[in-house]
């Protein structure tokens, strides 16, 4: 029958198999995802596939990061094994736990061995609680990441996309369709009687009705368009994959839902949008796009207001 003390180390090796396992993967296999998210997520979109030197300097210190994790997992992994082989041994052969008592020089190795095998406990210890802590603080640093960037994109009155995010996208998507020439359209619109609404019922009022027109156009939007609040009362909305056709339908759709929109103030707002699209129009560049819509959308004001207006057609009439 086994001894206490024989059971103890069998014991101790396998808590200490455990923690190793644990150890490799809280320190090298969760950073290491951890970093190819942040990377992928926050890095690689900022940065110009021209630029050879950034580029190259960031693929290298992704490799050297890679390197040292599995240099750290295999020394690890290593000790781990080296640590549990000799627990096994001890475990088997109850001679071994005799020698520990003994006054020569064995004895005395043993003792050392049973100190040595205690620390290395306590260090993998140390190490469970260090990976633990430092996978918390990745998180940490992700959230606060997600949150910076949510703020830099979101406007604050309606929680829509800014007109910094939008102009990103919008370069993007232009470069996607040199590449594709996939169809990309933006659709702006400017509120009729806005201003009315702020100066007789206030800022907190209009605020209201931007909110109101905020929910309108995430409502009736795709989840892939780009809906944003581009300053003041004028919103623009990128549509992915929508031909030129489609934008002025959406444009179409958007000007009767807010025509028809009962406002909590009773006032009448409604819309005028201008509507542009490639490769429909002739235009190379987000902003000789946005300069379309931009004219279209004036083209519609000037036509009586509450219509969608384009540089290829007289605005439709209002209905």
């Not at 990441?145 to 993007?172: H, M």
């Not at 207001?305 to 209905?319: M, R």
Request: charged share 25%.
């Amino acid at each position: 029958m086994a001894s206490s003390g024989t059971v103890d180390i069998a014991a101790a090796g396998k808590r200490l198999r455990q923690r190793v396992v644990l150890a490799l993967a809280l320190a090298s296999a969760m950073p290491l995802l951890v970093l190819v998210y942040v990377v992928n997520e926050y890095v690689l979109p900022v940065i110009d596939p021209t630029d050879g030197v950034t580029f190259f300097g960031l693929q290298m210190l992704m490799f050297f990061t890679l390197l040292a994790m599995v240099t750290g997992g295999w020394i690890i992994w290593t000790l781990g094994r080296g640590v549990t082989a000799m627990t096994d041994q001890m475990s088997r052969d109850p001679n071994l736990m005799k020698l520990e008592s003994k006054t020569d020089e064995v004895g005395a190795l043993m003792a050392n061995f049973s100190k040595m095998f205690e620390t290395i406990e306590n260090q993998a210890n140390e190490i469970n609680s260090f990976a633990t802590r430092l996978d918390a603080a990745y998180k940490e640093l992700e959230s606060t990441n997600a949150k910076l960037k949510d703020a830099s994109f979101k406007d604050e009155v309606t929680g829509l996309y800014n007109r910094r995010f939008f102009s990103i996208r919008l370069e993007e998507e232009i470069s996607r369709h040199r590449r594709f020439n996939h169809p990309v359209s933006i659709v702006l619109l400017d509120l009729d009687g806005f201003k009315a609404v702020n100066d007789e019922l206030g800022h907190a009022v209009g605020d209201d009705t931007l909110r109101d027109i905020a929910q309108i156009l995430t409502k009736h939007s795709r989840g892939i368009n780009v809906v944003s609040r581009y300053g003041g009362d004028e919103f623009a909305v990128l549509l992915v994959e929508t031909s030129k056709a489609g934008a002025r339908l959406y444009a179409e759709r958007i000007r009767d839902v807010i025509a028809k929109f009962r406002f909590a103030h009773g006032k009448i707002v409604t819309a005028s949008l201008g509507v542009a699209s490639l490769p429909d129009d002739d235009c190379a560049t987000a902003e000789e796009i946005f300069k379309m819509a931009d004219e279209g959308l004036y083209a519609a004001k000037r036509g009586g207001k509450n219509q969608v207006g384009a540089l290829d057609a007289t605005p439709e009439p209002k209905k």
